[in-house]
Every structure is written in structure tokens, then in C-alpha cells.
């Protein structure tokens, strides 16, 4: 008898950090372990990532997750009960011929990851070993503690496109440790409340708990991070750089990128041009998506340009797929991806995202979505996969700090490594100039 052989499943509608439906799983073994996970939501979203089975309607604004949750009853349990949890590559692969789409459509992403990752914690679980380390054995890793991407001012599609630009965030990667990354970004994150007050008041939290960002322009954002960090006693650039997502493809149309705020609209070389104009004048290491999903040629000349100089991340551009990584790196496009499970539909298509990264020498984000939910799984993979980096957005709201407070308990158990900091960041200026 298989003791880790899956007896049950459930799934349940709970919800997220934007007061939205989401899928929860819950898978029972023999041996009586269980494993839980829930389904993170991406609002800005790349075209070729999983899709989320909503009910659509007018019952709440469509978003409801009825039919997900009916599909993983009706299909996704009869399917895997019986199979063992320990084997995640059969029981995805059993996920992924059951859908039959290369979207997951029929079951719905949403269904699909929240299984998934259930069977992984419950295999853990059976393991009686906490989830990096099953992460790390069932993948023969190393585990380390990540350096965190941690967001100051929120932007584009989770602050009502109040500026362009979606992430203003800090990277700490002269930090010797965890705890001084945390200490270091709250002395920031409340710096930069004091600037947004002396700016004429705060007015609220974007999606992911940054600060609102109330900007004439979206370079004033990085004018205010820059003050922020220095209000904290830091000097930008030395213990502290600024990390990008520029998210592109949520301002590109019509071939043109389009600065709603600025009423401005470039090509990619202009578009090329800015982002240069402000890697000159502010200590930026690392930037996301500088250029649109659909751009391929414009993804290519600017990593040509600056790959040497910061790390270029792929979100939309590379959706967590394997096949795409591999393409980005034979073009000449990034030099790092993010790995969002919920993009990819299953943890093993993610771990093969994250190998491909690593057989082209990219880096490795493992990312949360700007819906979220006290489910801690992303801090985990990082750790366990040493993908060395974990994004997971602000310094506020608990399904943020979840993560980052689940970091300091995993830096305490037996087995695990030491923390990457700045190393995670070698492909940049900062790393060699160290
Ligand atoms: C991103 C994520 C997280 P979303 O673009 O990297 O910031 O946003 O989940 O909305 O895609
Ligand atoms: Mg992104």
C-alpha cells in the first residue's frame, strides 16, 4: 500500500486579498496527511499565461469561481484519487492531459494550481517535513534563504492606472541577512509615507499594499523612492537599489507605448531611450517587462543594450514556459524570469520554466500575483528551488507579510542554507561591483 496515495479532494470557494472568489484545494492522503493550497489572481497578465475559469454574469462582476470549483469535483478528483502524491510530475502530467488545452481552459488554471500545489504540500506533509525541504530533496537543490523585490509604490493595472509604471520597488542586496532586509525596507516603506504626507497626504494603498501612487509624472515616483531611501539613512545605490516592473504590455497599443500620464506616446526606441535616461540617474538594478509582451525585436535591443548592466526580467514576456525561456534566450531577450506558478498551471511546467532558466544562465524570481492570500507555498519554492530571489510586493497587508514572516521561520529550520543576498544580483552593476 501506497501510504501517500490520494484519498480525497476538495474544493472550495474562498477569497483573495481584492475581495475576489478563489479556488481552494484540499487533498487527503492514506497515511491521513493533508495538503492545502489556494489559487493566486494576476491583474496585469501576460496573454499567453493559464486562464481562470470565473463564472462570468453579473453575479459578483463575473469573477465568481463556481464552475472551478465544480470541476474539481466532477473531473480533477476522480482523476488523481488513487495516484501518489510523492510523484508530482505524473499527477500534473495526469492535471494536464485531463484539461487537454494549452491555456487549461476546461479545468481552469485557477482549479488546476490550487491542485497542484495542494498535492505538493500534502506529499510534504506525508514526508513529516516542512514544504522547502521537500522542494529541495524531490529537486536535488541546495536550499537558501531568497533576497526579497519589496514594493514601495504601487502603479499601473493595481492602482487604477493612476500612474503607468506598476512596481516601484527596493531590493536590499548589501543586507548580511534576512531580518536587516526587513528592517532596512520598513525604515523605507514608512520614509516613504512621510514623503507622500509632506506631498499633500496619503491617500490609501495600491493592490499589493504600496503606497498610492499620487504622482504629476510617472519619473516622480522614482524621484520620491530615491528621497525615501535616503530619509531611511541610506545612500541609493550602496545597501539599497531600486528594482522595475515596468509591465509594458499593460501601456502598449497599436505599436506605440503610451504614457497615459504624461500624455505621451513613443516607439520602442523612445520607449528604450527613457528607460536608459533613468538607469543613468537612479540606482536601478533590476527591471521587469521594460518592453511589451509583442515586442520581441524591442525585448532584443534592449537587453542587447543594458543586459550587462541590470538584470532584465521576463513576467508577460515569458510566462513561467519553458519553450519561451529557451526562445528568449536563444533571440538575446532577458536575462532572468519570474516564475509564477498560476501562469504556468502546474508546479512541475513551473520547475521546467525554472530549469530552462537555469540551463541559460537567467536568473530566478519566483513571484506572487497582486491577488493573494495567506497561502505561503511561493516562499517556499524559492527557498527550496534556491531560486534566489522571491517578489512577493509590499512591506504591508497580511497576504504579503505572510510570506516574508514565513522567510524568517524557514532561515531558522535544520537543513536550510544561508541567505543569497547580493549574489542573487551578479548578472548587474551592483553584483560586480561588489
Ligand atoms: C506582476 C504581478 C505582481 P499581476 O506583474 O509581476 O506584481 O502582477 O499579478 O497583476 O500580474
Ligand atoms: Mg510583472
Redesign the pocket.
Known amino acids: 500500500m501506497i501510504t501517500s496515495a490520494i484519498t480525497d479532494v476538495v474544493g472550495r470557494r474562498v477569497w483573495d486579498s481584492r475581495g475576489r472568489p478563489t479556488v481552494e484545494v484540499e487533498i487527503a492522503l492514506e497515511s491521513g496527511a493533508i495538503g492545502r493550497a489556494i489559487a493566486?489572481?494576476?491583474?496585469?497578465?501576460g496573454s499567453r499565461e493559464a486562464i481562470d475559469l470565473r463564472d462570468g454574469g453579473e453575479h459578483l462582476a463575473g469573477y465568481d469561481v463556481g464552475t472551478a470549483v465544480a470541476q474539481v469535483a466532477a473531473k480533477i478528483a476522480p482523476s488523481v484519487k488513487g495516484l501518489d502524491a510523492a510523484d508530482q510530475r505524473s499527477i500534473d502530467d495526469a492535471l494536464i492531459a485531463l484539461d487537454g488545452t494549452k491555456t487549461k481552459s476546461v479545468l481552469g488554471g485557477n482549479a488546476m494550481v490550487a491542485t497542484s500545489l495542494a498535492v505538493l504540500h500534502a506529499a510534504a506533509a506525508d514526508a513529516g517535513i516542512p514544504l522547502w525541504k521537500w522542494v529541495a530533496q524531490s529537486n536535488e537543490r541546495e536550499p537558501t534563504i531568497p533576497l526579497p523585490e519589496i514594493?514601495i509604490f504601487g502603479g499601473g493595472?493595481?492602482a487604477g492606472r493612476r500612474v503607468d509604471i506598476?512596481?516601484f520597488m527596493v531590493m536590499v542586496p548589501g543586507a548580511a541577512d534576512f531580518e536587516e532586509v526587513m528592517e532596512v525596507t520598513s525604515n523605507i516603506y514608512r520614509a516613504a509615507g512621510r514623503v507622500m504626507e509632506e506631498k499633500g497626504g496619503i491617500t490609501g494603498v495600491a493592490?499589493?499594499g504600496g503606497w498610492w501612487p499620487n504622482f504629476d509624472s510617472n519619473e516622480e515616483a522614482l524621484e520620491c523612492l530615491v528621497r525615501a531611501i535616503e530619509m531611511a539613512g541610506e545612500i541609493p545605490g550602496e545597501r539599497v537599489v531600486i528594482s522595475l516592473?515596468i509591465?509594458a504590455s499593460e501601456f502598449f497599443e497599436n505599436g506605440e507605448y503610451r504614457l497615459a500620464l504624461e500624455d505621451r506616446a513613443m516607439d520602442a526606441d523612445g520607449q528604450i531611450e527613457l528607460l536608459e535616461s533613468w538607469l543613468d540617474k537612479y540606482p536601478i538594478a533590476s527591471i521587469?517587462?521594460p518592453l511589451a509582451e509583442t515586442d520581441k525585436e524591442g525585448m532584443r535591443a534592449f537587453t542587447q543594450a543594458f543586459g550587462e548592466r541590470v538584470q532584465i526580467i521576463g513576467?508577460?514576456y515569458l510566462v513561467t514556459n519553458a519553450a519561451l525561456v529557451e526562445e528568449a534566450a536563444s533571440d538575446g531577450a532577458c536575462n532572468a524570469v519570474?516564475i509564477?506558478v498560476n501562469q504556468a498551471g502546474t508546479v512541475s511546467e513551473s520547475i521546467d520554466a525554472y530549469h530552462a532558466a537555469q540551463a541559460a544562465g537567467f536568473g530566478t524570481i519566483v513571484?506572487?500575483?497582486?491577488?493573494e492570500s495567506e497561502d505561503t507555498s511561493i516562499s517556499h519554492l524559492s527557498a527550496g528551488l534556491n531560486a534566489r530571489q522571491l517578489?512577493v510586493?509590499s512591506f504591508t497587508r497580511s497576504e504579503r507579510m505572510a510570506k516574508w514572516n514565513e522567510c524568517l521561520r524557514m532561515q531558522c529550520q535544520p537543513g536550510m542554507g544561508g541567505f543569497v543576498g547580493g549574489e542573487a544580483l551578479a548578472n548587474t552593476w551592483w553584483g560586480r561591483s561588489q
Open positions: 493566486p489572481a494576476g491583474a496585469s497578465r514594493q493595472a493595481h506598476q512596481d493592490d499589493e516592473d509591465a521587469e517587462d513576467d508577460d519570474l509564477k513571484s506572487a500575483r497582486s491577488g517578489k510586493g
